[in-house]
């Protein structure tokens, strides 16, 4: 069975700074696909990067880009010049490839983003 | 966000009745899913349907059944429902194809009360 921990429950960032948020996970399998989501307090849950792990080049999407780490089963979260609409509880999430359709979250990171 | 739509928002009901949650997709996808969201405790996937075939059941109590009798609708009928299963109930869809699957797109979810 595959597991994502997130260790770190609550982080806070001033506006404009840059925040990292972890994320590690474990897995037999050689060929996933990882997710952070974000969910702001209006509730919706919402796709802010993906990355294959067969890809060595971490992902980026504007001010979200990731470190993703394969041996050491990481995958961390970077947002640059932080906003306070990035002010949410972001979800790290896991997928084999071949089975379609299970993603398996993480705990969760509530991150304040103070002006 | 508009792609995927539930109804009721929130929903406040006793232990002796029987409600159904509804939710709808307008992408175009061929794979749904209920997931439970608990107070600190990571999402729990509940059901999956792809291709309107029900493809997991995660040990989910029968007093929870589903229903997806198309690709864009999917139910969650509800019955003798317990305290602990006050949560938010969130439906997702994704595209998946031959056996690979892809991002999920989730709805904005319902607050489920039970007294």
């Known amino acids: 069975a595959q597991t994502v921990t997130q260790s770190q429950p609550e982080m806070s960032v001033q506006e404009a700074e840059t925040v990292t948020l972890s994320c590690t996970y474990d897995t037999s399998e050689s060929n996933y696909y990882l997710f952070w989501y974000k969910q702001p307090p209006s509730r919706q849950m919402i796709l802010v990067i993906r990355q294959e792990a067969y890809k060595q080049q971490n992902a980026t999407e504007n001010r979200f880009s990731v470190n993703f780490q394969k041996a050491a089963k990481s995958f961390s979260l970077k947002i640059s010049d932080s906003q306070l609409g990035d002010t949410a509880m972001y979800f790290c999430a896991f997928m084999i490839n071949n089975a379609g359709n299970m993603l398996t979250f993480g705990g969760g990171t509530r991150l304040m983003v103070k002006p | 966000e508009t792609g995927v739509t539930q109804t009721p928002r929130h929903l406040v009901m006793g232990m002796t009745n029987k409600k159904s949650l509804k939710c709808e997709q307008h992408l175009g996808h061929n794979a749904m899913y209920w997931y439970k969201q608990s107070a600190k405790k990571p999402l729990e996937l509940m059901f999956v349907?792809?291709?309107?075939?029900?493809?997991e059941n995660n040990s989910v109590p029968s007093r929870f059944s589903p229903e997806c009798p198309n690709s864009s609708h999917l139910f969650l009928h509800l019955h003798t429902l317990q305290p602990e299963d006050s949560a938010l109930y969130l439906c997702a869809s994704s595209q998946v194809h031959h056996g690979l699957g892809y991002e999920q797109y989730f709805g904005p979810g319902t607050r489920l009360t039970v007294t």
């Open positions: 349907y792809s291709l309107e075939e029900r493809v």
